[in-house]
Every structure is written in structure tokens, then in C-alpha cells.
């Protein structure tokens, strides 16, 4: 069974650049999330989505962070402008509804310089 | 609102003995619980999970934890160590109510030594 595939592994761009992060979920998986690792912590969710609507976004920061889940399927995330504090792994997970099947990918290594 | 607290940033154990990474738990209702571990550039992998069946839970790799309700406990315990499993280990809780939502505490370091 395929994973959920992230890219790229990573990323190093200068403050106030935006990049993009791209996700594939399992087949199958109408639920898929972002969550945010700086290094020393644990990964903190960005946003949930179940098909391509948006169940939480509570931790999301709108004022620089966003996400889209065309069709259901494939996400990207865009942070425009980056901070340096943005620096982190964004890992995107997926799973069936109620969490079942819960995946996690290898995460894009992001380094704001 | 849910929560864990790993009471050690960094454990260390010597090949051949026994490991045990603590975890509290914050939680307002009937808590899902997990252990994740995370190897250096991998990927999150799930050890084992406890969603209010038998209280000692057994994973991959030898692992095993056991919820405690009454201490708000998940202690995460392996017999014998092996050098492969040095890693990060996170605990994380999901309310029920929010089974998809994980909240994850802030590691252990865990370093096996010869």
C-alpha cells in the first residue's frame, strides 16, 4: 500500500519568500491533515480537512499560513510571507473519518534563512 | 482540552535493559492514547494505541504500555532494549469526541548505549 507522499523533502528559502508544500494522501482517506514539528517539539495541527472541506484551522495562522484541498484529494499548503520562526517539519497525515488507518508521511524540512 | 506531559526530554539506557518513558495525560473525556516513535529523518510510525479495551497495551517491536485512570498514566515500557531503538517517542492523546485530532507531548530522546 502506497504511503502519503510529501514533497519536496525540502526547502530553504529567505525570509519573506512564500514556498508551497505539496500532499497525497492514502487512497481512500477523506480525511487529511497538516501539522507543524519545530525542532525540540512535538507536531502541532495546522489544519484538518475532511474531503475538501475544512474541519479545524484553529492553529492555523491566516494572516501568513494557507491550505487547499481541491477535490478531495491532493493538499498544498503556502505560507506567503515566510518567517524566520517558520522554520519546521510540516508533516501531512491522512485517515479515514474518526481517525482510523491514521498515516503520517516523511515531511518537508522547511529553513527560513 | 486535552493534554500530555512526558516527564523526561532524554532517557538513557544501557543494550539489555529495561526502557520506560513516562506520559500523563490531560483529558476531558474518554481519552484514545498512543505512542509514536520517530527515527531521525523518518517518518512518524505508530507503536500501539489504547482506545478504552484492555488497559495493558502491546505494540511493535516489544513494546507495551499500560493506561492507569486512576494515576491519568500511559507509560510506555520495553524488557530489553536494543540499540535500534534509539529515537524520538512521542505520547499523544485524542478525545474521543475528536478521535481524528492528536495531541502530542514533547518527546523523549531515548539514546541506547553499548
Known amino acids: 500500500e502506497a504511503g502519503v507522499a510529501q514533497s519536496p523533502r525540502y526547502k530553504i528559502i529567505e525570509k519573506r519568500q512564500s514556498v508551497a508544500f505539496w500532499c497525497n494522501p492514502i487512497?481512500?482517506?477523506?480525511?487529511l491533515y497538516w501539522y507543524q514539528q519545530i525542532l525540540g517539539q512535538g507536531p502541532k495541527l495546522l489544519i484538518q480537512f475532511q474531503n475538501n472541506g475544512v474541519v479545524d484551522d484553529s492553529q492555523l495562522p491566516k494572516d501568513r499560513f494557507s491550505a487547499e484541498r481541491l477535490k478531495g484529494v491532493d493538499s498544498t499548503l503556502k505560507i506567503q510571507p515566510a518567517k524566520l520562526e517558520d522554520s519546521a517539519v510540516y508533516l501531512c497525515?491522512?485517515?479515514?473519518?474518526?481517525?482510523?488507518?491514521?498515516?503520517f508521511g516523511s515531511g518537508t524540512r522547511l529553513t527560513v534563512v | 482540552a486535552q493534554s500530555v506531559t512526558q516527564l523526561d526530554s532524554h532517557v538513557s539506557v544501557s543494550e539489555g535493559t529495561p526502557v520506560l518513558l513516562r506520559c500523563n495525560y490531560s483529558s476531558s473525556y474518554s481519552p484514545s492514547l498512543f505512542w509514536y516513535v520517530q527515527h531521525p529523518n523518518k517518518g512518524l510510525q505508530l507503536l500501539l494505541k489504547y482506545t478504552s479495551a484492555a488497559t495493558l497495551v502491546k505494540g511493535i517491536n516489544g513494546f507495551e504500555a499500560e493506561f492507569k485512570k486512576s494515576e491519568t498514566s500511559f507509560h510506555l515500557t520495553k524488557p530489553s532494549a536494543h540499540m535500534s531503538d534509539a529515537a524520538e517517542y512521542f505520547c499523544v492523546v485524542s478525545d474521543t469526541g475528536t478521535a481524528s485530532k492528536l495531541t502530542f507531548g514533547t518527546g523523549t530522546r531515548l539514546q541506547v548505549t553499548l
Open positions: 487512497s481512500g482517506h477523506a480525511t
Open positions: 497525515a491522512s485517515s479515514f473519518p474518526g481517525g482510523y488507518g491514521y498515516t
